[in-house]
């Protein structure tokens, strides 16, 4: 039975917590919350489970000295990027392995001095760090690259992804962390800290994306683009006023040394439909080069009762959950599934 302390109890953390309590395998150890609120409280009560025994705590202190095997770290991503080192690196000496879906992806993007203060915890505590997800994670690094194997020559990967922001009911991540409703004429948010922090988790795609294929980024081009609302919009998390942000599209471009570029085209809507017909589906894939590979994925969640935005929640737990036995079974140190078989220049 592999112990697994819950770390963090927001909208993601909470669907980790109901999977851990209800896999066969998996047994809670611990739980981890900010700000006081939850301290104290049965964490199945914060599930909406039956009681477990285990309550919730905001002492980090008290769950570094929990005996577990993992932690399933799911803070919310925050300003600066790497703001939630110190909690990672602590958790990983004290002994446990880290599956977090908030950054950690491929941590050598950033240098070898970030990547190695990671690598050298991951190393005294004798355990592995992955940062996993679906984007980042998933539809580039192991969706993309496999299909690249199709590939006879590849000129560029083009993925474009697009989330419907208009049930989403947190104002603090719909009008915080996307940008939306912001007013360009007061303060441009293409540049910036915003700009920062989505620049640097992404460039971890656009470096793993190079690496796979046996060659390192050159250059990384961004061209980021805002949609203006012509009229009021309502979202769950609250409108959006005319002149303001309504969609935000993070966009960049890896060049590598070997040939094949990147682009990865993040796209935020208040309104899918002020995009056409191109933006439609949930990620788009494009594979430019002998022969050209086309591909649509979508996560859509089959109870019309459940807001949409539950699907994703769910898809990104699954991929950490499934991935813990992966990660406790590895050696120590940094993390990442490689896709099988990747287009390479030989």
């Known amino acids: 039975m592999t112990r697994v302390i819950q770390w963090a109890t927001g909208s993601m953390g909470r669907t980790g917590l109901r999977r851990i309590i209800d896999a066969q395998g998996l047994t809670l150890a611990g739980a981890y919350v900010y700000g006081s609120k939850k301290a104290g409280t049965d964490a199945g009560l914060l599930a909406k489970r039956e009681k477990t025994g285990v309550l919730a705590t905001s002492d980090r202190d008290e769950i570094l000295a929990l005996d577990a095997d993992v932690v399933l770290h799911c803070p919310r991503i925050t300003q600066p990027y790497d703001a939630l080192v110190d909690d990672v690196v602590a958790l990983l000496e004290s002994g446990k392995n880290v599956v977090s879906i908030a950054g950690f992806h491929w941590p050598d993007a950033h240098g070898a001095g970030y990547a190695s203060r990671l690598r050298e915890a991951a190393m005294r505590g004798g355990v592995t760090l992955a940062g996993v997800g679906v984007n980042p994670g998933m539809v580039v690094e192991r969706l993309a690259l496999a299909a690249s194997a199709m590939s006879h020559e590849l000129d560029r990967i083009s993925v474009f992804e697009t989330v419907d922001a208009s049930g989403m009911a947190s104002p603090e991540f719909v009008f915080g962390l996307m940008g939306l409703d912001s007013d360009p004429a007061a303060k441009d948010i293409r540049e910036g800290p915003l700009a920062d922090l989505y620049g640097t988790l992404f460039s971890e795609v656009l470096h793993f994306f190079a690496a796979e294929m046996g060659g390192k980024v050159t250059e990384i081009v961004p061209d980021h683009r805002l949609t203006l609302a012509e009229k009021d919009i309502e979202t769950a998390a609250g409108p959006i006023r005319p002149g303001h942000v309504a969609a935000t599209e993070w966009r960049w471009t890896a060049k590598t040394d070997l040939g094949p570029e990147l682009l990865l085209s993040i796209l935020w809507t208040a309104d899918p439909s002020l995009h056409g017909d191109d933006r439609q589906g949930h990620w788009t894939l494009r594979l430019d080069g002998r022969p050209v590979i086309r591909m649509t994925l979508d996560i859509e969640e089959g109870d019309p009762s459940k807001p949409p935005s539950r699907a994703l929640t769910d898809a990104t737990i699954a991929v950490a959950i499934n991935a813990i ?17 990747a287009w ?3």
């Open 344 to 346: 390479s220049a030989a």
């Open 325 to 341: 036995p992966h990660v406790v079974a590895a050696p120590p140190g940094l993390f990442a599934f490689h896709p099988p078989a």
